[in-house]
């Protein structure tokens, strides 16, 4: 059975830590793996992972794949109060063309 | 307008009322679906339509009936909810494939009394 699961479910931290948020998953027919971060309502899409071992960044946040593992995690240095939001883990599911399976979300609040 | 656009943002129906959830994309994807979240619960897939034809749906209830006039527009209607079918009710867009992810409203947050 096609699975995602994310770890922690929350996280408080300080303004400038760096946090480590983590989403292992089983799916048959491996294509992509998805993060995204939810504020208020609409997800908005952070990184998309195809390939082990190759880095994507953008400002502060970082994502990496080990598809020999099944594990992605997602990096945030020096986080800010604006980062505090749920962080969503997604991989489409194998027998189908366009569903996604999310995980149920970290959520990570950066107290000031 | 830009992006996917959802309404109403907030809706409130007593359990006999009828209404309907809309959606529309700007972005020229081809296809369109209907996501449902519940507190701590993963997003739950309802359903898939690709060039205005439903290619998935999971097990909804019927009391949730979807239509696709056209691949820019989706509606979500609604009829003998159940308070347990409060949640905020996602719409979300992508081109072709979800495999590349999608795009998504800001979602219409439903409460049924």
């Known amino acids: 059975e096609d699975k995602v699961v994310q770890s922690p479910l929350s996280l408080v931290v300080h303004e400038g830590d760096t946090v480590t948020l983590n989403c292992s998953y089983e799916v048959t027919n491996f294509r992509s793996l998805l993060w995204y971060k939810q504020e208020k309502k609409a997800p908005t899409f952070l990184f998309m992972l195809t390939s082990s071992g190759i880095e994507k960044k953008s400002g502060r946040l970082s994502s990496i794949l080990d598809k020999k593992e099944l594990f992605s995690i997602l990096n945030i240095t020096a986080t800010q109060t604006g980062d505090s939001a749920v962080y969503l883990c997604?991989?489409?599911?194998?027998?189908?063309?366009?569903?996604?399976?999310f995980g149920k979300g970290t959520s990570l609040l950066v107290t000031p | 307008e830009t992006g996917v656009t959802q309404t109403p943002r907030h809706l409130v129906m007593g359990m006999t009322n009828k209404k309907s959830l809309k959606c529309e994309q700007h972005l020229g994807h081809n296809a369109m679906y209907w996501y449902k979240q519940s507190a701590k619960k993963p997003l739950e897939l309802m359903f898939v339509?690709?060039?205005?034809?439903?290619?998935e749906n999971n097990s909804v209830p019927s009391r949730f009936s979807p239509e696709c006039p056209n691949s820019s527009h989706l509606f979500l209607h609604l009829h003998t909810l159940q308070p347990e079918d409060s949640a905020l009710y996602l719409c979300?867009?992508?081109?072709?494939?979800?495999?590349?992810?999608?795009?998504f409203g800001s979602g219409t947050r439903l409460t049924v009394v």
């Open positions: 979300a867009s992508s081109q072709n494939r979800g495999d590349y992810g999608y795009t």
């Open positions: 339509y690709s060039l205005e034809e439903r290619v």
């Open positions: 997604a991989v489409p599911l194998g027998n189908s063309g366009y569903a996604l399976n």
